[in-house]
């Protein structure tokens, strides 16, 4: 009986600290998409960025749109380094998402 009663108990803590894990996650993406690319810090780091890659593509050299993050700080939204972004089109953004 008390090998099933922990079997029990690692599961739902299991499943607790996945639910906890996913609600965190979408609260971060919610806060990240909805008030942090909306923001004046975001538009000048992208200014920036546009600026050092020539408002051209990092990859296809047409003109560039949007800026692709390489890594995320994932505890630290905005305040990921300049090096870590780059200016991409929209063609070479979508296939850059699409691979993951």
Request: hydrophobic share 35%; net charge positive; aromatic share 16%.
């Amino acid at each position: 009986m008390s090998g099933l009663l922990l079997l029990l108990l690692a599961l739902s803590y299991y499943l607790f600290d996945r639910w906890h894990f996913e609600r965190k996650r979408k609260l971060r993406r919610e806060y990240y998409r909805n008030v942090y690319l909306k923001s004046e810090a975001w538009q000048r780091k992208r200014y920036v960025v546009f600026k050092r890659d020539k408002w051209r593509c990092v990859f296809c050299g047409k003109p560039a749109t949007q800026v692709h993050h390489k890594r995320y700080a994932k505890r630290n939204i905005g305040k990921e380094p300049i090096h870590w972004l780059v200016s991409v089109c929209n063609d070479c953004h979508d296939s850059l998402h699409d691979k993951k």
